[in-house]
């Protein structure tokens, strides 16, 4: 499986963008980048996901580079309930299904 | 969203007895589940991925006489955990994915809230 690296951590103030980035040098041409978040003491939780283009939804955007060796998830504006542990992760579109989770980026908010 | 419930949420266990957690799909049929454990401050790991009507298969390093999954309908999988240690304490997680309207494979996986695991 193609790897992902993150930031083990950052900050951001609160009501403030937040964008966390994500390389993935080794990705091929089936994988769609996935975003989950966890928060403490949950399951992770479907944040987005995406192929070639950027992606919007209603809990955050994604924003892939052209040759889609990174990926950036972006909080418009960082609440205290977005202070999670965030997994960039790459899933293969061409029937897997199963997720393999790396170190994540923990997200601390500050108000 | 789609649903997915665990249960139980915490249990406290002695050490050598067997412990069972559900893991049910509450709006959608789930073809497929998974399980995780996680330790404190690490990652989550997969331990295994279950399908509807066979047998699980097991990631490399997980006993499969230990931890036994049962996929017997398209709404529940349980993972047990037979003659428990205190090694075995971790936070385990499923997670399903299944189809869609049009039976389409849903890309998203949901996340029961997982069980907190305590062998003493």
């Known amino acids: 499986d193609a790897k992902t690296t993150q930031p083990n951590s950052m900050e951001s103030n609160e009501e403030e963008p937040v964008h966390l980035p994500c390389n993935h040098s080794?990705?091929?041409?089936?994988?769609?980048i996935h975003w989950y978040r966890q928060l403490p003491s949950q399951g992770p939780e479907y944040v987005i996901h995406g192929l070639t283009s950027n992606v919007n939804n209603r809990m955050a955007s994604l924003a892939i580079a052209e040759d889609r060796k990174s990926s950036t998830l972006i909080l418009h504006r960082a609440t205290l309930r977005d202070a999670a542990v965030y997994y960039c992760?790459?899933?293969?579109?061409?029937?897997?299904?199963?997720?393999?989770f790396g170190t994540g980026t923990r997200l601390t908010v500050i108000p | 969203g789609a649903v997915v419930s665990q249960h139980p949420s915490r249990v406290i266990c002695k050490s050598g007895t067997s412990v069972k957690i559900e893991c049910r799909s509450l709006d959608f049929q789930a073809t497929t589940m998974f399980w995780y454990r996680q330790f404190p401050k690490q990652s989550l790991m997969l331990m295994a991925t279950s399908n509807e009507g066979s047998k699980a298969t097991y990631e490399q390093g997980v006993e499969k006489d230990k931890f036994l999954i049962n996929h017997a309908s398209l709404t529940l999988s349980t993972l047990t955990v037979t003659s428990a240690h205190p090694e075995d304490s971790s936070f385990y997680i499923c997670s399903a994915r299944g189809f869609g309207k049009g039976g389409r494979d849903r890309a998203e996986a949901f996340f029961g809230q997982g069980t907190r695991l305590t062998v003493v």
């Open positions: 992760i790459l899933r293969k579109g061409t029937g897997a299904n199963n997720l393999f």
């Open positions: 080794t990705i091929s041409g089936t994988d769609y």
